[in-house]
């Protein structure tokens, strides 16, 4: 395994991590995979307690109770704030300090977790989080105590909002997503760099696009000797922000192939190729959209991010039904057929997308 230093919290992490969110149904299978991880050298483990139908935490905990010293395990709990979910209160510290002791380090097997991460976190947040008798005071009480040793959060905040997390210097870590088809987060890398702040990246192939690529993403990787996950995995990893791509690996086949692609170095002779497939993906990722929603709202009231999203699809996978599904659960009055194309979004997008010939082709396309 190779190792590199999570930002500047002291701690070596594996290149490839594991993301505990796919773990097999099957309890020997499970434990098995989780062995495996850790004999190859992973040693972080990401874990919530929404993953496998709630049963992440148990599972993890389980298959990694008998090799607990060798390994990091990072929970995660979010934080609602005031007015964000109706009939919900805010979190309290008390709250927060509860679940971590009561529900997720017993469902861990363990007293206590390497890294907590904030999990779901938003920069306008960042207050409450501060607030006296908030989250951040019971989760330093939970570090003066030895329960938890790192604070981190992931996150899918705006890129911007993302560099104003990690400028305000609470957190360790950041985990946040970036790979061959989003470099919208490239900023927000630059940003954790500069901070010492450790980059675990999360959807490392796209939420498993890359290691099951479609025909049209397979030819713009034409040399047999290199995959899609191989180059996907290269390419996140030759960021030298990126401390570890945290890969959702379900079996023991996925393990195996994440593992060469990231343990066998890629050749002299084909560093060349690589940087042409890293360009050609460049040129696809430019054109989808990465549904920041600053183009938001349309005055017609269109739901531009989802609409595009589901172009994305059928950008990269061609997966018509799918997207004709989607299409249908959008509530008319939101989708690509109601835009008057008055422009207006496309003076907004970032990405300069041609907004209105998109949301034309899906209506086109699905309607
Ligand atoms: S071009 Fe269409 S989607 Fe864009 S703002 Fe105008 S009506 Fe809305
Ligand atoms: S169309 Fe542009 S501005 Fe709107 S969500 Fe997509 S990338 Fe963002």
């Known amino acids: 395994m190779i190792y590199r230093p999570l930002g500047n919290s002291g701690v070596q992490v594996s290149v490839l991590s594991m993301g505990c969110g796919h773990l097999p149904e099957d309890e020997d299978l499970c434990d098995e995979l989780l062995r ?18 709630g049963q992440c935490q148990q599972k993890t905990g389980r298959g990694l109770e ?31 300090r509860r679940e971590i002791l009561e529900k997720q380090l017993p469902a861990l097997r363990t007293d206590h977790v390497e890294w907590l991460q904030v999990g779901w976190f938003q920069a306008y947040k960042l207050d409450a989080l501060r607030r006296k008798g908030g989250v951040l005071e019971a989760i330093r009480q939970l570090q003066d105590e030895g329960i938890v040793d790192h604070v981190g959060c992931t996150t899918h905040d705006t890129p911007e909002n ?50 099951r690529p479609e025909p049209a993403l397979r030819s713009l990787v034409p040399n047999p000797e290199i995959t899609t996950t191989k180059a996907g995995l290269q390419f996140v990893l030759s960021h030298p922000a990126v401390s570890t ?54 005055p017609q009231g269109v739901d531009i991010s989802r609409n595009l999203r589901i172009r994305n699809y059928l950008a990269v996978w061609g997966a018509i039904e799918a997207a004709r599904r989607a299409y249908a659960e959008i509530e ?36």
């Open 36 to 53: 495996a991880c850790v004999a190859a050298g992973i040693n972080y483990f990401e874990t919530a307690t929404i993953y496998c139908n």
């Open 162 to 211: 993302v560099i104003k997390i990690i400028e305000s210097g609470i957190f360790e870590s950041c985990t946040m997503q970036y790979n061959l088809l989003n470099r919208a987060y490239e900023p927000a890398l630059d940003a954790a760099g500069e901070h010492g702040v450790g980059v675990v990246v999360m959807g490392p192939l796209h939420g498993g696009m890359l290691a």
């Open 245 to 298: 791509a945290c890969s959702g690996m379900g079996s023991l086949a996925q393990l195996e192939e994440n593992l060469a692609s990231v343990l066998t170095p890629v050749a002299e002779s084909d560093r060349a190729e690589m940087q042409a497939i890293f360009d050609r993906f460049k040129e696809v990722a430019d054109s989808l959209c990465t549904g920041c929603n600053y183009c938001a709202p349309c």
């Open 332 to 367: 008319p009055a939101a989708r690509a057929e109601c835009c008057t194309q008055c422009g207006e979004c496309e003076e907004k997008c970032p990405n300069a997308l041609p907004v209105r010939q998109l949301l034309r082709d899906i209506a086109n396309a699905l309607d």
């Open 66 to 96: 008998p090799v607990r010293d060798k390994v990091m395990i990072s929970a995660k709990h979010g934080l609602l704030v005031e007015g964000e979910a109706e009939g919900q209160p805010a979190t309290t510290g008390d709250d927060y």
